[in-house]
T-cell receptor
């Protein structure tokens, strides 16, 4: 158990819908990262927050957005969902900002878009 | 464009064998290279490397980074069936970039 929690574990929804994925980092960690893992794309970095501020952006679509709240939990919002958005979404946390960026991954949220 | 390339993509060995997994990279503003092990669930952290030539070791696993040649290797000695997993290399530059992984299968 990494200490990172993600909810929900599974999510099944329809195309065009909007969902919110939630992540609570390990106690004391200030950085939160979001990743998407699909069979054909591997693990893709989406976005990083550090102490409430956006720090780095990867391959995140405009339909996706995220934020980190004052209590350091984070939410990833996915809207206008498409079939191709079906994937495992991981959240990871680390104590500090880059570098020295040892990350601990949560169990993931499996999103299925029908 | 930044990229991380792992080789081989897949490897099948027998218990007791030694394996070497490779990770080469081209990233802007290199900060660190990380190795993860992923079984059926979330990746678990193995090593973080920031300096060339300094070997990191944990039991039967070890890793080293060459910042001049832009690659890292992960060695596993005396492999066991429990080592079967996908091994991911990630490089932190301006963002985090993962390789496609090496799927290691260790047969009894």
């Amino acid at each position: 158990d990494s200490g990172v929690t993600q909810t929900p574990k599974h999510l099944i929804t329809a195309t065009g819908q909007r969902v919110t994925l939630r992540c609570s980092p390990r106690s004391g960690d200030l950085s939160v990262y979001w990743y998407q893992q699909s069979l054909d794309q591997g693990l893709q970095f989406l976005i990083q927050y550090y102490n409430g501020e956006e720090r780095a952006k990867g391959n995140i679509l405009e339909r996706f957005s995220a934020q980190q709240f004052p209590d350091l939990h984070s939410e990833l919002n996915l809207s206008s969902l498409e079939l191709g958005d079906s994937a495992l979404y991981f959240c990871a946390s680390s104590a500090r900002d880059a570098p020295y960026n040892e990350q601990f991954f949560g169990p993931g949220t499996r999103l299925t878009v029908l | 464009e930044d990229k991380v390339v792992q080789s081989p993509l897949s490897l099948v060995v027998h218990e007791g064998d030694t394996v070497t997994l490779n990770c080469s990279y081209e990233v802007t503003n290199f900060r660190s290279l990380l190795w993860y092990k992923q079984e059926k669930k979330a990746p678990t952290f193995l090593f973080m490397l920031t300096s060339s030539g300094i070997e990191k070791k944990s039991g039967r696993l070890s890793s080293i980074l060459d910042k001049k040649e832009l690659f890292s290797i992960l060695n596993i000695t005396a492999t066991q069936t429990g080592d079967s997993a996908v091994y991911l290399c990630a490089v932190e530059g301006n963002d985090m970039r993962f390789g496609a992984g090496t799927r290691l299968t260790v047969k009894p």
